[in-house]
């Protein structure tokens, strides 16, 4: 069963018109994940962001393993759709126990990255850790290959597509260029043979221009989450202002 999950959430990614990718809302708990999943969405994601705030960790792997797997567990239990999970660079877990984990929760897939604490890793042993991922999971996982030279490298779509296609001949099945200009998605749409992950952010490129630019599936990291943040911050303040003792 988790494989046929696995793979159908795999052939959503195959998209028949450009302005039309495969949507999916970072989520963080039980109630966003059940909010997405009413309104419509047929998958979800976690973020390791957002999850990480809301067990009261900093982003950056602070967040105990334990803790992470567990929070993806519920998600997953409180929805009928596929959840593919944030779990940032591994938190130092062997690839088995990785996978072990993730199917354990109930997780369809996995966003790998390839840098830690600020840092690139080097490509050719970061895609020699993915091989073991893949093989671990067989076709029981969706890999999500994140490549971050777009935070710590030099931003170019060379180096991207560079990494991108040592990860997918390693077994990733999307690779994701977080924060990747729109104007360079082509070029790094063109230069890989996988689905193309894109990151939305407000303000920016609407999720089907991104699509129309190349991208087969988008998502928002932590962003949501940080809406949330604010619109309750603002409720704070209001009920503070009129009833607060401050």
């Known amino acids: 069963m988790v494989a046929t999950r696995a793979g159908e959430f795999l052939a959503r990614h195959d998209r028949t018109e450009p302005g039309d990718p495969l949507v999916i809302?970072?989520?963080?708990?039980?109630?966003?994940?059940?909010?997405?999943?009413?309104?419509g969405f047929p998958?979800?994601?976690?973020?390791s962001a957002a999850v990480a705030a809301v067990l009261g960790y900093d982003d950056g792997?602070?967040?105990?393993?334990?803790?992470?797997?567990?929070?993806?567990g519920r998600i997953v239990r409180s929805v009928d759709v596929p959840v593919t999970a944030d779990i940032e660079a591994g938190y130092g877990l062997a690839?088995?126990?990785?996978?072990e984990r993730l199917l354990a929760a109930g997780a369809v897939g996995c966003?790998?990255?390839d840098s830690t604490a600020g840092r690139l890793k080097d490509a050719e042993q970061h895609a020699e850790w993915l091989s073991e991922v893949s093989v671990a999971a067989g076709d029981r996982l969706v890999l999500n290959a994140r490549v971050d030279t777009f935070l710590f490298g030099d931003r170019s779509a060379e180096t991207a597509v560079k990494r991108a296609c040592l990860?997918?001949?390693?077994?990733?099945?999307?690779?994701?260029?977080?924060?990747?200009?729109e104007e360079l998605l082509p070029d790094l749409a063109n230069g890989v043979s996988k689905p193309?992950?894109?990151?939305?952010r407000p303000g920016n490129a609407s999720p089907s221009r991104l699509g129309s630019l190349g991208a087969a599936r988008v998502t928002f990291g932590g962003g949501l989450h940080q809406q949330a943040a604010t619109d309750v911050t603002d409720l704070a303040q209001k009920?503070?202002?009129?009833?607060?003792?401050r």
Do not use: C, K
């Open 43 to 47: 998958a979800l994601a976690t973020s």
């Open 25 to 39: 809302p970072n989520v963080w708990d039980a109630v966003s994940a059940r909010a997405f999943a009413e309104a």
């Open 111 to 113: 966003n790998l990255e």
């Open 167 to 181: 990860y997918i001949d390693a077994g990733a099945d999307v690779v994701y260029p977080i924060l990747a200009p």
């Open 239 to 245: 009920i503070g202002q009129a009833y607060g003792t």
């Open 196 to 200: 193309l992950n894109a990151l939305y």
């Open 61 to 72: 792997e602070d967040t105990p393993a334990d803790e992470m797997f567990a929070a993806i």
């Open 95 to 99: 690839p088995a126990e990785i996978v």
